[in-house]
């Protein structure tokens, strides 16, 4: 069936350092992937998202790199700060009828002052 | 800034009680989904609605659970009996359909625990 893995489950940066989150999909035929942020407490929301007719979307800090080849996604972000410490979310959906996505387990990012 | 509603916030309930949650997705928004968070599991897709048709319900305990869409500003999550392995964060999301538009948008979440 459709999965999508992440890694890593954890990760602790200083701020100011980047963090990188990786997703890889098992359905080839997927081909939107957004990313959600979820704060302690908080609903899950939208960040950045990418459809597969590109490899890379910058949003200020944040960036998402796709290869639909090796069916791997990222979430880059540069220059840390203590209130991107959260669960991040990545999701893979295909564009047809049911428009399901299909959530990775998240990644929980602690940003060190 | 429209926003997906959902009530009760907070539940607490007994065993073998049944628990309804409500949700009011974004006024044109057609799709309308529900997650169960737990630590365990992470975001796990109940059931969805398009147009209020149930689409897939795959992910739902059909004896004790239910969904329905009354309405397009309504959709309703019911536990009957509830038990404490339900205890979680059951969100609502929804969503426009049409052309590229995928993105689903949270509710707040009722976060549920059943003694």
């Known amino acids: 069936g459709e999965n999508v893995e992440q890694h890593p489950s954890t990760l602790s940066v200083q701020e100011g350092d980047s963090a990188v989150i990786k997703c890889t999909y098992s359905d080839s035929a997927s081909n939107y992937f957004p990313w959600y942020k979820q704060e302690l407490g908080k609903r899950p929301q939208l960040i950045i998202d990418i459809r597969s007719n590109v490899g890379e979307k910058k949003d200020q800090r944040i960036a998402v790199t796709l290869n639909k080849t090796a069916k791997h996604f990222s979430l880059h972000i540069t220059e840390t700060q203590p209130e991107d410490s959260a669960v991040y979310f990545c999701?893979?959906?295909?564009?047809?009828?049911?428009?399901?996505?299909?959530f990775g387990s998240g990644t929980r990012l602690l940003v060190r002052p | 800034d429209a926003r997906v509603t959902q009530t009760p916030r907070h539940k607490v309930t007994e065993m073998g009680q049944e628990v309804t949650m409500r949700c009011q997705p974004i006024l044109g928004h057609n799709t309308v989904f529900w997650y169960r968070q737990t630590m365990m599991q992470g975001l796990e897709l109940l059931a969805y609605?398009?147009?209020?048709?149930?689409?897939?319900d795959s992910g739902m305990p059909k004896d004790r659970f239910s969904a329905e869409m009354p309405d397009a500003t309504l959709a309703t999550l019911k536990i009957q009996p509830s038990e404490p392995r339900d205890s979680a964060v059951y969100f609502c999301a929804s969503g426009p359909v049409g052309g590229y538009q995928e993105t689903q948008y949270f509710g707040p979440g009722t976060r549920l625990l059943v003694l």
């Open positions: 999701a893979a959906s295909r564009m047809d009828s049911s428009y399901k996505l299909i």
């Open positions: 609605f398009r147009n209020r048709a149930p689409l897939d």
